[in-house]
């Protein structure tokens, strides 16, 4: 099966710095990779996602990389405030087989903005 | 719309308890899952469902039962609750391959 390996495990900014999130995936047939942030005691929210037919995508200051050849994509956050701060979480599609496209998930990066 | 509606929000449960944990979709999504979060273990796919009727094991689904009766509701049972089945399980829907999950508000589940 897909496994994702995400790093750093935690990360910390100071406030209006940026921050970068890797992961890697070990299945080349994946082809939609989601980050999700999740907030102390809440559900995980979609915040950004990319296919595998594009390289980059934007959206204000979060900003997703995708390097197929080396199976790898990046979460970037530019200007990060305090309310930036959670765990965020990578994760990759493959189909499964049996007619699911389920996500593997990475392990989560705990991102700390210091006012 | 309320999206992915979970039941109930906490539980305590004595070893050997048995209970059923509900979740409720209103976005007619086919696909529909259910994950278990542990402080550093990330999130960990337990069962999933393609369909109304259909189920299928995910990478940590001992001790664990599902069953999709209907499109809308997939049911995460446990039939003797074990220590070990402490956690905050998420239930999550999608529309197709090429989308994200909406995730349940989570169930925090203590098993004493």
């Known amino acids: 099966g897909e496994n994702v390996e995400q790093h750093p495990s935690t990360l910390s900014v100071q406030e209006g710095d940026s921050a970068v999130i890797k992961c890697t995936y070990s299945?080349?047939?994946?082809?939609?990779f989601p980050w999700y942030k999740q907030e102390l005691g809440k559900r995980p929210q979609l915040i950004i996602d990319?296919?595998?037919?594009?390289g980059e995508k934007k959206d204000q200051r979060i900003a997703v990389t995708l390097n197929k050849t080396a199976k790898h994509f990046s979460l970037h956050i530019t200007e990060t405030q305090p309310e930036d701060s959670a765990v965020y979480f990578c994760a990759a599609s493959l189909y499964s087989g049996a007619g699911s496209y389920q996500l593997t998930f990475g392990k989560g990066t705990k991102l700390s903005v210091i006012p | 719309n309320a999206g992915v509606t979970q039941t109930p929000k906490f539980r305590v449960l004595k070893t050997g308890q048995s209970m059923t944990l509900l979740c409720a979709q209103d976005m007619n999504h086919e696909y529909m899952y259910w994950y278990r979060q542990d402080p550093g273990m990330g999130l960990r796919l337990i069962h999933y469902?393609?369909?109304?009727?259909?189920?299928a094991k995910g990478e940590v689904p001992d001790g664990y039962n599902v069953s999709r009766l209907k499109k809308q509701n997939f049911l995460l049972g446990l039939e003797s609750a074990a220590p070990s089945q402490t956690s905050v399980y998420f239930c999550a829907s999608r529309a197709g391959e090429a989308y994200g999950y909406t995730f349940g508000s989570g169930t925090r589940l203590t098993v004493v």
């Open positions: 299945d080349s047939a994946s082809n939609y």
């Open positions: 990319i296919r595998s037919n594009v």
């Open positions: 469902s393609v369909g109304e009727g259909t189920t």
